[in-house]
């Protein structure tokens, strides 16, 4: 596939904007990076690429990448991240997945690009993190609220891969509030002993840290709706990325993996959230995406305001596999065919 599916402007070596600490280029990435970034300097990729789709949607200048064709189309950026990354840097891809056509099937397209990147690439997947995301809608209406045979799909995988087994993090960065079943089992206390499963439960496990450690799954909704970015580009007319990360999921990654002062490179920018959130942790950064409008409207992220204080995150419950048991009724039984004649079936009924 050429390259030229996902180009929309000539590279520029000047940058659209620049603040303290970063720059803001548009251009291929291919093209820029190796122009404008040191081999082996860079800390930090952040970045969420544009995913592989079935159906084209309105990113941009053609920004979509056929699913069956996406591994090929990311190899070069693989190895160019590569040689621009320090030994001990890491490389995060947000990427969502999607469905094969006219089938309630999942594509494989992003675990076929995780292999690629560790059997070909030279890469080591550090750790897979898993993005839930609240607020999405339920997508794919075909087979979530019209013949209801598959939730919805609210997951996006996160790879962090690395060029060594043992790049640069720290757990302790990123510790999250204790529970509330945990303030109350400090408060009582626990008895140390062999669980069933075979783990010994020592008596440090009732140690008052005043934190925990994360899981893998990160549970942040995306529900931005009036921030400056988007008052900026109104008032301007320019653009808005339809497809925006929240900040706390560039923020949990920079803060784990990098230093103040390090560098942060997201070759997939859009709107620059990664930029944003570098700049204000104290880190050096450069963002590049290929539609000039987009990286214009990013300065609207970098201009000057009151940040609210003391306003804490929320956290959101995983519901319960089991909360609804007992009210399995007749009516809710299976379809024998999956699913797949329920369309016809309904409007045989309507129709009688």
Request: with cysteine; net charge positive.
């Amino acid at each position: 596939m050429s390259r030229n599916t996902y180009r929309s402007s000539p590279a520029r070596l000047q940058p659209v904007f620049k603040t303290a600490l970063g720059q803001a280029f548009a251009g291929d990435s291919l093209e820029l990076l190796p122009r404008l970034v040191p081999p082996h300097s860079v800390d930090l990729i952040m970045t969420s690429p544009p995913y592989g789709l079935i159906r084209n949607k309105d990113y941009g200048h053609a920004r979509c990448v056929p699913a069956d064709q996406y591994v090929e189309w990311f190899r070069p950026f693989a190895r160019l991240f590569k040689r621009l990354l320090k030994p001990t840097g890491s490389l995060v891809i947000d990427i969502g997945g999607s469905w094969v056509p006219g089938m309630p099937t999942r594509s494989l397209y992003h675990y076929e690009l995780l292999v690629t990147l560790v059997r070909h690439e030279g890469f080591y997947l550090a750790q897979e993190f898993y993005w839930w995301n609240p607020s999405k809608l339920p997508t794919p209406a075909e087979w979530v609220t019209v013949r209801r045979i598959r939730v919805k799909d609210a997951v996006n995988c996160i790879w962090w891969l690395s060029s060594t087994p043992w790049p640069k993090a720290s757990n302790r960065r990123v510790l999250q509030p204790y529970s509330s079943s945990m303030e109350d089992l400090l408060k009582k206390g626990y008895e140390a002993r062999r669980r069933p499963s075979g783990h010994d439960i020592s008596g440090n496990f009732i140690r008052n840290n005043r934190r925990s450690i994360p899981a893998n799954l990160l549970a942040i909704a995306n529900t931005e709706s009036n921030s400056r970015y988007l008052r900026y580009c109104r008032l301007r007319g320019l653009p808005i990325h339809p497809s925006r990360f929240p900040s706390a999921l560039p923020e949990f990654f920079i803060r784990m993996l990098t230093n103040r002062g390090d560098l942060v490179l997201d070759p997939f920018a859009g709107s620059c959230v990664t930029g944003e959130v570098s700049e204000r942790m104290g880190r050096r950064w450069i963002c590049v995406d290929v539609v000039a409008q987009y990286v214009e409207g990013a300065r609207g992220r970098f201009l000057p305001t009151q940040r609210p204080k003391g306003k804490r995150p929320i956290y959101y419950r995983i519901p319960h596999a089991d909360s609804l048991r007992g009210e399995e009724k007749d009516e809710d039984l299976l379809p024998d065919d999956g699913g797949r004649f329920a369309k016809e079936q309904r409007g045989r009924a309507r129709v009688d």
